[in-house]
């Protein structure tokens, strides 16, 4: 079993930026992808970001391209989600999964994750 604990939400202003962070235990992190959704208020649970194991390939959703940045360090079992550039549509509460990755890595799809977090609420004012 892995456990995930996010931490580094927040209310932030439109324009600023948060670091959320995705601590795992309890198994071996290298072995898998992970990745960031989020759910706000009346919304389904989407995408944002995923990294493969080795941390080489990065995904994003369209709408936090050039704005978010994920990465991860093993070492730490640690991944982080650098969210820069905030803006109210932002708003949710964001969740780190993890996927055990044994071929294909399927960085967008909710379903293909085993274990996820609590979430960690954002709030962005405008």
């Known amino acids: 079993q892995v456990q995930l604990v996010e931490s580094g939400g927040g209310l932030v202003q439109a324009g600023g930026s948060l670091r959320l962070s995705c601590a795992a235990s309890?198994?071996?992190?290298?072995?898998?992808?992970m990745g960031w959704f989020r759910q706000a208020p009346g919304k389904e649970r989407e995408f944002v970001a995923g990294?493969?194991?080795?941390?080489?390939?990065?995904y994003y959703a369209d709408s936090v391209k050039g704005r978010f940045t994920i990465s991860r360090d093993n070492a730490k079992n640690t991944v982080y989600l650098q969210m820069n550039s905030l803006k109210p549509e932002d708003t949710a509460v964001y969740y780190c999964?993890?996927?055990?990755?044994?071929?294909?890595?399927?960085?967008?799809?909710?379903?293909?994750?085993?274990?996820w977090g609590q979430g960690t609420q954002v709030t962005v004012s405008s």
């Open positions: 999964a993890a996927q055990y990755v044994s071929g294909v890595y399927y960085y967008a799809q909710a379903r293909k994750y085993d274990y």
């Open positions: 990294i493969y194991w080795s941390g080489r390939g990065t």
């Open positions: 309890g198994g071996t992190f290298g072995s898998y992808g």
